[in-house]
């Protein structure tokens, strides 16, 4: 029964169409992906894409190892040196750019990121990065806008996240894993494939009225119980195939091309994640990414399901995954609603893009962080609303 | 197999579909007639169990059908009066799925499906998608379905409705070959097609059951004769304001009329023998006068 639903879904002329434009955004999102990894020539051109990658690997790998005081020393005195022309010295300082980028987000004021705080700072001062790095989270937790935001239990928990970083943090080049997990393509590509899976779910359930195939379905013999079974096993099957298909194909292609280099490397390691109390290393953040974009969609699409349901329309249904991933956004814009807003299902399609956020939650007197409770919650959430889903639908009435 | 209609009551609001019905049917066919809105499809939606009743049970052998569930619906085939179709899928894959939801397993449905296919004259259709088949073909695969599961009950709700001639002659054989040794329900608004298969005739109207038995019964039944006369075109309007009109056809010098009637309506008028249109009429039937007299 769940192969003919299964026909059913991806037999739909509209189906067949979604799923070519998928992998058609797939690719684009790739080959923009790609194309944003750029390598600075002394000759003040810039290399993109492909040609700039084994170069850029040559020259970041030169501060392959770890990140320990004398390398951040090092560094600052190398950046430090160069007195030539802002060309030829951003051509240079690629090789040691994420460090020289961590120190400028460790030692920049709390008013706001320094671009040129490395260019002034001694090595000596330099060297204490870790330990300015658990400074500034102090500070900025005890002053400031912070202040009430947090409770005492939340800043211990920060503080304590921040120390339980094991430092010196290795680095080598990890620019495939950035190009995948620290740019917008990938939230986007999210926020399209639940849109798209969207159009695929949206009819399991309506398209039996729509159709008028109801009276047929209803009145036969497990028509009010295996062969809703198998519709339910059909939508959530569909979202699981398309979601990571198109997930493991976006990964696949940008490590492929860029490089899987720098999997064990911690995020902190360079300007993205420097503020991330996820003491995680990238192949746990992109681990943690698609679980969470997965339990996003499976929730997201599971509740439009419901939606198709009790509603009995496939347009309806349509704009649920649109309405539930985009709409908190700008919801979350409304000060009074932004704490709320954090809680919503869409942060889950978020993840990479927000781990440096410091958001954390209290649940069962315990603090952790938003993202792993939110992944089991809607991971729950999404199991809960298959009973609602077999009951609504079992109960229908053809009038 | 007893299938027992006990005080059954359907409302949708205000509006009550079925009132107070009690019928008792078993194996042989059943005609369903009555005008539009008399509550004939909500009936047979409550015998599929698409539709609870608001009061009164249906039982099938003793047992009330919505609590049998299952166990009921195994022994039901229904082809309803929207039938409708998943348009991707091929004739055979329709069957197929069909036959998986009627819980047949995929051996003996493959059997069933094949044999079925070629009992309603769709062979060659096998591999079309289904909305490529024209509507004869398509109520076609629609009886099929309903006998994928040899039920023992056969609910068919308008099933030659759109039909041409041919297709609706062929569609009324194939229900009378399929009619044996089951329970068939049949509702239509052609009455010629109840009258040749139907074994008994239940009259429907404003959800109660006004009269059933065979058409003979029926047109036993009838406390009026039928009239043949002719008539000029300018007094046609008053046959039809003071009489039931069954049937009028124009000739070069007039209007030739069928009247229902206790009484004589002309004096040219001449005895006809009664058919179930006319009983159709008698008991359904309006004068312009009821209607639209004021017109």
């Known amino acids: 029964m769940v192969r003919f639903e299964i026909k059913k879904i991806f037999g739909k002329r509209i189906n067949k169409l979604v799923l070519v434009l998928l992998f058609v955004i797939v690719l684009i999102g790739s ?33 392959r190892g770890a990140v320990t005081e004398d390398v951040i020393k090092k560094v600052v005195q190398e950046n430090q040196l160069s007195r030539d022309s802002e060309t030829i010295k951003l051509a240079r300082q690629q090789s040691f750019d994420d460090i020289r980028e961590m120190i400028n987000a460790g030692f920049s004021p709390a008013e706001g990121y320094d671009y040129y705080t490395a260019d002034q700072i001694s090595p000596e001062k330099a060297a204490k990065l870790y330990e300015q790095r658990i400074e500034k989270l102090k500070e900025e937790l005890s002053a400031g806008n912070e202040e009430g935001n947090y409770t005492n239990k939340e800043k211990e928990f920060l503080i304590h996240q921040y120390e339980s970083l094991k430092t010196p943090l290795y680095y080598e080049y990890a620019e495939g894993w950035k190009a995948l997990l620290d740019s917008q393509y990938l939230p986007t590509l999210m926020i399209i494939t639940i849109v798209m899976i969207g159009f695929l779910v949206s009819g399991i359930f309506s398209d039996e009225f729509q159709y008028k195939t109801d009276s047929v379905f209803f009145s036969s013999r497990l028509g009010r119980s295996r062969a809703i079974v198998s519709k339910i096993a059909a939508g959530f099957l569909a979202i699981t195939v398309v979601y990571w298909s198109v997930m493991l194909l976006f990964s696949a292609i940008i490590l492929c091309v860029v490089g899987f280099g720098g999997a064990g490397c911690m995020i902190q390691t360079g300007l993205g994640n420097w503020e991330s109390f996820y003491n995680i290393t990238y192949l746990q953040d992109w681990l943690l990414t698609m679980f969470g974009g997965y339990a996003g969609n499976l929730f997201i699409l599971s509740f439009a399901m419901l939606i198709s349901v009790k509603s009995r329309s496939t347009v309806l249904t349509v704009t649920v995954p649109f309405v539930l991933s985009c709409a908190p956004m700008f919801l979350g814009r409304v000060q009074i609603l932004t704490k709320i807003m954090n809680f919503f299902p869409d942060m889950l399609l978020r993840i990479s893009k927000f781990l440096d956020v410091l958001l954390v939650c209290e649940v069962g007197g315990n603090v952790i962080g938003v993202y792993p409770f939110l992944i089991v919650l809607y991971f729950l959430l999404s199991l809960a609303i298959i009973p609602v889903l077999y009951c609504g639908y079992r109960r229908a009435e053809v009038k | 197999m007893e299938l027992n209609i006990i005080d059954l009551t359907k409302k949708f609001g205000k509006f009550t579909a079925v009132n107070h019905l009690n019928v008792t049917m078993t194996n042989g066919v059943y005609g369903l007639l009555g005008v539009n809105g008399a509550g004939k499809t909500t009936l047979m939606r409550m015998i599929c169990t698409l539709l609870g009743p608001t009061s009164g049970t249906i039982t099938c052998d003793g047992k009330d059908i919505m609590s049998m569930g299952e166990n009921y619906r195994k022994k039901l085939g229904y082809l309803p009066q929207d039938f409708g179709f998943y348009p991707e899928f091929t004739v055979q894959d329709y069957l197929l799925y069909i036959a998986a939801i009627k819980g047949l397993r995929p051996v003996v449905a493959k059997k069933r499906v094949n044999d079925l296919i070629s009992g309603v004259g769709l062979s060659k259709a096998a591999n079309k998608k289904m909305r490529k088949l024209s509507g004869g073909m398509k109520r076609r695969a629609g009886i099929a379905q309903a006998m994928l599961n040899d039920p023992a009950v056969l609910v068919l709700d308008e099933p030659t409705a759109g039909l041409d001639p041919n297709e609706r002659i062929r569609f009324r054989n194939l229900i009378s070959e399929l009619a044996e040794n089951r329970l068939v329900l049949l509702s239509t608004h052609i009455v010629s097609d109840i009258e040749y298969i139907a074994n008994e005739i239940l009259l429907m109207r404003e959800g109660e ?87």
């Open chain 1, 31 to 63: 080959f923009l992906a790609i194309r944003d990894v750029r390598c600075y020539q002394e000759d003040g051109s810039v290399r993109s894409g492909v040609a700039a990658i084994s170069q850029l690997k040559k020259l970041k790998n030169k501060w």
């Open chain 2, 209 to 295: 059951l006004v009269h059933r038995g065979t058409a003979a019964q029926l047109i036993a039944s009838m406390k009026e004769s039928v009239w043949k006369c002719y008539a000029q075109k300018k007094d046609v309007s008053h046959f039809m304001k003071n009489y039931k009109i069954s049937n009028m056809k124009s000739e070069p010098d007039g209007v030739e009329l069928r009247i229902i009637s206790n009484e004589r309506p002309a004096m040219d008028a001449v005895p006809e023998e009664a058919n179930l249109e006319d009983v159709f009429l008698y008991y359904f039937g309006e004068k312009v006068s009821d209607t639209n007299g004021a017109i």
